[in-house]
């Protein structure tokens, strides 16, 4: 798992990196939560979504946001970070050509990022958002929504009440044959303490399903087997 600096926008990024384990691996990127809330890259919900796209064969990578731990530059509201989350991204692909797709994975505001990031990046296939903070950002730049996902989100959370998100996310458009997929986490809170594990088991059920689907090879039509 070797420490890797990319050159971000506001100066370097403070990352960690696992190759994938085959050539055209696909690639992950996983966001971490708010900086001035005590996001981190090392945090549990962040470690347990890095090992599990790993375990996966993705090539992935978590870095910390401008202002966190050796990432130089200061918080930006969400605008500098943005900038940061396309940085890494294009910093993975660099090292990964081949690579089939991409997801990207984030944690509350690393959640926010990553949505508005997969608007942006059609090579994005699939998102984990967990806990995404719909009560405290707009998130009606999900218009249509053009990759398909998991919301995990806690039943017991203060800071962003399930209702809320639950409110905000039956409203997004999403594209002809995405589906944006919601599940909430029997007492869990907005950090998932003591709950990671009930966490992890969800979006692995998640993953392993969505993979299959990805890596299956397409279906020929009968006309075609027939020629």
């Not at 946001?65 to 509201?77: K, P």
């Not at 089939?100 to 608007?119: E, K, N, R």
């Not at 979006?203 to 993979?211: F, G, K, S």
Request: with cysteine.
């Amino acid at each position: 798992m070797p420490d890797v600096i990319i050159n971000g926008p506001a100066g370097r990024l403070e990352g960690k990196y696992s190759p994938g384990k085959e050539a055209g691996a696909p690639v992950a990127l996983i966001l971490h939560a708010h900086p001035r809330g005590g996001g981190h890259m090392e945090t549990p919900v962040n470690l347990m979504m890095y090992d599990l796209f790993k375990q996966r064969g993705f090539a992935v990578l978590r870095f910390n946001f401008r202002g966190v731990g050796r990432s130089q530059g200061v918080y930006d509201q969400g605008y500098g970070e943005l900038s940061d989350a396309a940085t890494a991204l294009d910093w993975a692909q660099a090292h990964n050509p081949n690579a089939a797709y991409c997801w990207v994975a984030g944690h509350s505001f690393g959640a926010f990022v990553g949505m508005q990031l997969l608007m942006r990046r059609p090579e994005i296939a699939g998102f984990i958002s967990v806990a995404p903070p719909t009560n405290m950002y707009d998130f009606t730049f999900l218009a249509p929504c053009p990759a398909s996902g998991l919301i995990a989100h806690g039943e017991a959370d203060a800071i962003v009440p399930p209702d809320e998100m639950e409110r905000v996310m039956s409203k997004v458009r999403v594209q002809k044959g995405i589906e944006i997929e919601r599940e909430i986490i029997p007492g869990a809170s907005h950090l998932f303490t003591n709950h990671v594990e009930e966490l992890e088991k969800s979006i692995t059920r998640y993953l392993d399903r969505r993979l299959a689907q990805l890596d299956a090879p397409p279906i020929e039509s009968k006309d075609k087997k027939k020629r």
